[in-house]
């Protein structure tokens, strides 16, 4: 049927334009990033009457199904900041690469559901 050559090719053209975006992509990780305040301990310390340090960058991510976490440097926090952005485009791009997939591949009958 004509409609649905269009239809498919429409999602096509959706499909290669969601690759484009993943191919301008640059360093990705995944996890989150955490700001957190800390106290050193030293009782003397100015965080120790309530002037804690920071904020620090925490970065959690899986590795092996375990939750494996550690403190950024101020230098690497924007860098990771920006590629745990992407990581989450390309997660969304992931996403919608299927919807667009799934218009070709399904029976357009089946689709009512
Ligand atoms: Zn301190």
């Known amino acids: 049927m004509a409609a649905t050559d269009t239809h498919r090719a429409k999602s096509l053209a959706r499909i290669r334009a ?10 990705i990780c995944s996890g989150t990033l955490t700001r957190r305040m800390t106290t050193c301990g030293n009782p003397r310390c100015r965080c120790a009457r309530g002037e804690r340090h920071g904020p620090y960058v925490r970065w959690g991510h899986m590795v092996k199904g375990r939750l494996v976490q550690r403190w950024l ?4 926090a924007p860098r990771f900041a920006a590629a745990n952005r992407a990581f989450r485009a390309l997660k969304r791009l992931l996403h919608a690469w299927e ?5 070709i591949l399904e029976d357009p009958d089946r689709r009512k559901s």
């Open 73 to 76: 440097s101020a230098e690497e």
């Open 99 to 103: 919807r667009e997939s799934l218009r």
């Open 18 to 27: 969601i690759q484009a975006e993943i191919a301008n992509l640059d360093a």
